[in-house]
């Protein structure tokens, strides 16, 4: 039995387009008009949070973050920064798999707190790396450091779990099921 049916195949494929294809168009013009990177993050952790909803599998969020990345790359070939959520996609796998799907899908409160915490932690590993290999000094200086810009990522973590919060929530209202788990 194969460990990913097409139906998740499908959804890490459309998920992972809206995030690069998103990310490559929306989220330089924001950044380039108030030098945050909050939608960077928002479109980022809704889709990660999503994508575990839906496929309760390990891996599934690491795939979607790769895919994204090559999307990204392919619209934005200087977007190296990208590979900070590249990473940051796998530390979510990492810590959804840790905290156990049935617990972070028990009850709508266990959701928005794993799905915000999960997504505060990874995207503030984004910040970190983006500001560590990525960004010029006078660019991190003028946010603060590395530490600083690592903690404007996780801001965006906390909307960007929450959109994907909200999204969940909603589809779960409207009788919309996550894949089954045969």
Known sequence: MPYLKSREITSIALLAALW???NSIFSPILFRMTGLPFLCDLIGFAVLSLTVWWTRKLGTPSIVGIIATVINFIFN???LHFLGFTVASIVFDLITCI???DRIFRSALATALSMIGTSIVSAAVAGLIIGTFFMTGP???RWGGVLSW????AVGGIIG???GVIIISALRIRGISAAEKK
């Open 161 to 163: 779990g929450a959109v």
């Open 20 to 22: 690069g294809v998103l």
């Open 150 to 153: 690592a903690g404007l990522h």
């Open 99 to 101: 905290i156990g799907y």
């Open 139 to 141: 660019a991190l200086a």
């Open 77 to 79: 070939p200087g977007g």
